[in-house]
C-alpha cells in the first residue's frame, strides 16, 4: 500500500487530495490548490468574447497558440504566455513532488467561503501542473469540474489502514487518542474534550457515543453522496456519453450537447470498464511477477559473479607463481585486468538492479491504486478516470516488454591463461579469448575514390587487401572529435561502408578503421583526414574525397529534409521528405536529417493545412528527443507553440550557436526577444503534428538581413 501513495497526493501541495477535482486532461487538482493556481487572462480571451465572435466551441477552451508556450530545460524557470501584454511572466514555483505551477499574479481575496463557492475572478485560466495543457474557465469557474469521489474514497480507506490509533479531533496541540464517537457529530473525542465540549446533558444527552473502532466502522459504511451533473446540479447522473465519455443526466440528453450524442446505460459501462480495467491489470501482473523473478535471477548472477572471480583469482594466482620470478611483474597486471572485469561486470549487474526495482516498485504501486479504485462502487466517478487508468497500465506494460527483462551482463569471464609458452615469451603474456589458433585478419585498406564529406556528413568506404586469406568477421571504424582528440568507435559491423552524420561543420575529422574475427583485431588502416563543410552547398551530389572543391568560396546555407529513419511511424512524407503530416490525435515528432552545432542557420516552415486545433510546435531538438510526445515536454527539445496561426502562416526559427540562441519569428515578424539562451550541443530541426496538420519545410535560406546587421554591430 505504501508504494500507491504517491498516487494520491496533489502535485501542487504534495500532501494527500483534499476535494480533489478532475480537469479536462484526466489529472487531478485539490479544489483549495487549483483555486492557487489560477492567473487571469485579458478580457478578449473570455469564453464570452469567444461565444460573442462566434469563435468558441466548448465550454473549456484551451489557450490558443497565439499565447505563445515555451517548453525547455533551458528556460531559467519560466513560464510565460507571449500573447498577453497586460500581464508579466510570472516565475515558476516547484512543488513538493517536483511538478512545476504557475502561482496567481495578484493575492487571492480574502473571503470566508468555502473553496467551491467562494467567487472565480473573471476570466480565470488553470494551467495543470503536469501536462502544462492550459484552459480558461467559464462561469461555473471551479464547480463546472467534476469532483473525483472514487480518489477520495481510496484515500480515506488507505489513511485508515495507516492510522494505528484514533486521535482526538479537538486537542489543540498534542492529539491524544480518541475513547469515543459521537454518531451525530461525526467527531472523536478523548476524554478530558468529550466532558468540555460535548457534555451529557440538554440536546447533547440524546446523541450515541460509541467506541472508535465502531464509529471508524460506521463513518466507512455509510453511503457516499449520489453524482450529480455539473451542469444541472440537481440531477443525478444516469447515462453514459459514448462520444464524449463522460455520465450525463437526462435533462443534457433532452435540452444539453450531448442530445445528439450516442449513449449507453450508466451500469453497463461502469461494467465493461471495470472488465477492460481488470484484463489490462492481469498482463500488468504477469509483468510484475517477471519482473520479480528477473531480480531473483539477477541477485542470483551477482553471487555467481562474484564466486567465478574469486575462483578465477586463485586459478590465475597459480599459475603466475609456478612461473617463478619471471611472472611476478606480469600477474599484478593479469589480476589488475580481472578484477577491473569483475567490477564492471557487478557495476553493470548492480545498475541493472537498481534500475528494474525503482520501476517494478511504480509498477506496484500504479497496480495496487487500480485495484483500488477498482473496489470503488460509483460507477460515474470509476468513468471518469477509468479510461486514464487503463491507457497508463498498457503504457506501463508495454515499457516492460522492451528488452527490459533481458540481463544486460552475463556471469561467464571469457578469459583464459595460457601458460604454455617458453620463459623468452613471458614479455608477450596477456589473456586470450577462445585460444583460438587462427591468425588476426589483415589490415583493411580505405578506398579514397568512394570516401566523401556532405555538409556535416562523412562517408567511408574500406576493403580487405586482394591476397588477404584470413576472413574478417566485422570491422570498427573511428574518428577523433574533429579538434585532434581521441578517437572513439562510430561503427562496429560487417559493412565496408558508413555514413557519419551530425558531425561538426567546418572541422577536420581523422578517420581509421581495423578488422577483427575470434582472434583478435588487425591494424589499424592509414588515417584519412576529412574536411566537413562550412555550411550545406547548393550541390546535391557529394564530392569524392580526391576531388572535393573550395566550399569556402560557396554561401554558408543549410539544405536539409525531414529524416524518415527517426520519426514516428505515424508520421507520413511527402515531396521528397520536406512535406509531413501526421494522422494521429497523439503529438508526433520528426526531425530534420542535419544536426547542427556551430554556425548560424535558418529554416522555415509553411503551415498547409491545419483545423486550428490542437497546436503544432517547432523548434530543436536532441536526437534522443520523445517522439509520441508534445515537443518541449521533455528536457530534449526546445520548442514555441503558437496559438491563432492560420492555414499559409510562415514560422521561421533561427539557431545562433555563436552567440548560443534560438529565436522564433511568424510571418516575418520576431516573436518576442530571444526565445532560449545558453544553446550547446547537437540540435537537430525538429516539429510536432498531431491529427489534420501538414507541414513544409524550406531550407537553404539566408539569415534575415536586420539579425546579420545586429549581428555584426554586437
Known amino acids: 500500500m505504501e508504494e500507491m501513495e504517491e498516487e494520491l497526493k496533489c502535485p501542487v501541495c504534495g500532501s494527500f487530495y483534499r476535494e480533489p477535482i478532475i480537469l479536462p486532461c484526466s489529472h487531478n487538482l485539490c479544489q483549495a490548490c487549483a483555486r492557487n493556481i489560477l492567473v487571469q487572462t485579458p478580457e478578449s480571451e473570455s469564453p464570452q468574447s469567444r461565444r460573442a465572435s462566434g469563435s468558441g466551441v466548448s465550454d473549456y477552451d484551451y489557450l490558443d497558440l497565439d499565447k505563445m508556450s515555451l517548453y525547455s530545460e533551458a528556460d531559467s524557470g519560466y513560464g510565460s504566455y507571449g500573447g498577453f501584454a497586460s500581464a508579466p511572466t510570472t516565475p515558476c514555483q516547484k512543488s513538493p513532488n517536483g511538478v512545476r505551477v504557475f502561482p496567481p499574479a495578484m493575492p487571492p481575496p480574502v473571503t470566508h467561503l468555502s473553496p467551491a463557492l467562494a467567487p472565480v475572478p473573471r476570466n480565470s485560466c488553470i494551467t495543470c501542473p503536469q501536462c502544462h495543457r492550459s ?6 469557474g471551479l464547480r463546472g469540474f467534476p469532483k473525483n469521489r472514487v480518489l477520495e474514497g481510496v484515500i480515506d480507506r488507505y489513511q485508515q489502514s495507516k492510522a494505528a490509533a484514533l486521535k482526538c479531533q479537538l486537542c489543540e496541540k498534542a492529539p491524544k487518542e480518541a475513547t469515543v464517537m459521537c454518531e451525530q457529530c461525526d467527531v472523536f473525542y478523548c476524554d478530558p474534550c468529550r466532558l468540555r465540549c460535548h457534555p451529557p446533558r440538554g440536546p447533547l444527552a440524546k446523541h450515541r457515543l460509541v467506541p472508535p473502532a465502531q464509529g471508524r466502522v460506521s463513518r466507512r459504511l455509510s453511503p457516499r453522496k449520489v453524482s450529480t451533473c455539473t451542469d444541472h446540479e440537481l440531477e443525478n447522473h444516469s447515462m453514459y456519453c459514448v462520444q464524449c465519455k463522460m455520465p450525463v443526466c437526462y435533462q443534457c440528453l433532452e435540452e444539453g450537447k450531448h442530445s445528439s450524442h450516442e449513449v449507453k446505460a450508466l451500469g453497463a459501462m461502469w461494467k465493461l470498464h471495470k472488465s477492460q480495467l481488470s484484463q489490462a491489470l492481469n498482463g500488468l501482473s504477469d509483468r510484475a511477477k517477471e519482473a520479480k523473478e528477473f531480480l531473483v535471477q539477477l541477485r542470483n548472477m551477482v553471487q555467481q559473479i562474484q564466486e567465478n572471480s574469486v575462483e578465477f583469482e586463485a586459478c590465475l594466482v597459480a599459475q603466475c607463481d609456478a612461473l617463478i620470478d619471471a611472472l611476478n611483474r606480469r600477474k599484478a597486471q593479469l589480476l589488475a585486468r580481472v578484477n ?43 468513468l471518469q478516470i477509468s479510461d486514464a487508468l487503463i491507457r497508463r497500465v498498457h503504457l506501463t506494460e508495454d515499457q516492460w516488454g522492451k528488452g527490459t527483462l533481458t540481463p544486460r551482463m552475463t556471469t561467464d569471464f571469457d578469459l583464459s591463461l595460457d601458460n604454455s609458452p617458453l620463459l623468452q615469451s613471458i614479455h608477450q603474456l596477456d589473456f586470450v579469448q577462445m585460444k583460438a589458433s587462427s591468425p588476426v585478419p589483415a589490415t583493411p585498406i580505405l578506398q579514397l575514390e568512394e570516401c566523401c564529406t556532405h555538409n556535416n556528413s562523412a562517408t567511408l568506404s574500406w576493403k580487405q587487401p586482394p591476397l588477404s586469406m584470413v576472413p574478417a568477421e566485422g570491422y570498427i571504424l573511428e574518428l577523433d572529435d574533429g579538434n585532434g582528440g581521441q578517437f572513439r568507435e562510430v561503427y562496429v559491423g560487417k559493412e565496408t561502408m558508413c555514413t557519419v552524420d551530425g558531425l561538426h561543420f567546418n572541422s577536420t575529422y581523422n578517420a581509421r578503421v581495423k578488422a577483427f574475427n575470434k582472434t583478435g583485431v588487425s591494424q589499424y588502416s592509414k588515417t584519412l583526414v576529412l574536411q566537413t563543410s562550412e555550411g550545406c552547398n547548393y550541390e546535391t551530389q557529394s564530392a569524392p574525397y580526391s576531388q572535393l572543391v573550395d566550399i569556402k568560396k560557396l554561401l554558408a546555407v543549410a539544405w536539409f529534409a525531414f ?102 519569428f511568424i510571418n516575418d515578424e520576431q516573436q518576442g526577444p530571444i526565445a532560449f539562451e545558453n544553446m550547446e550541443g547537437l540540435f537537430f530541426p525538429a516539429v510536432s503534428l498531431n491529427r489534420n496538420v501538414q507541414v513544409t519545410l524550406h531550407t537553404g535560406l539566408p539569415v534575415p538581413d536586420f539579425y546579420s546587421s545586429r549581428a555584426s554591430i554586437a
Not at 537498481?354 to 460515474?380: A, F, W
Request: with cysteine; proline share 3%.
Open 340 to 382: 577491473k572485469e569483475h567490477e564492471h561486470k557487478l557495476k553493470v549487474v548492480r545498475d541493472q538492479i537498481s534500475h528494474c526495482t525503482v520501476k517494478l516498485r511504480q509498477t506496484t504501486g500504479l497496480m495496487e491504486y487500480c485495484l483500488e479504485v477498482i473496489k470503488e462502487n460509483d460507477p460515474s466517478g470509476f
Open 563 to 664: 529524416d524518415p529513419g527517426s520519426a514516428h511511424s505515424d508520421i507520413i512524407f511527402s515531396n521528397d521528405n520536406l512535406t509531413v503530416t501526421c494522422s494521429s490525435y497523439d503529438d508526433r515528432v520528426v526531425l530534420g536529417k542535419t544536426g547542427f552545432s556551430k554556425g548560424v542557420h535558418y529554416w522555415e516552415l509553411t503551415v498547409d493545412r491545419y483545423d486550428n486545433h490542437p497546436d503544432p510546435a517547432f523548434g530543436v531538438a536532441r536526437m534522443d528527443v520523445m517522439k509520441d510526445v508534445m515537443l518541449g515536454k521533455d528536457d530534449k527539445a526546445w520548442a514555441i507553440t503558437e496559438g491563432g496561426i492560420t492555414k499559409g502562416a510562415t514560422i521561421g526559427v533561427l539557431l545562433d550557436l555563436n552567440r548560443k540562441t534560438l529565436t522564433f
Open 135 to 140: 484552459l480558461i474557465l467559464d462561469d461555473r
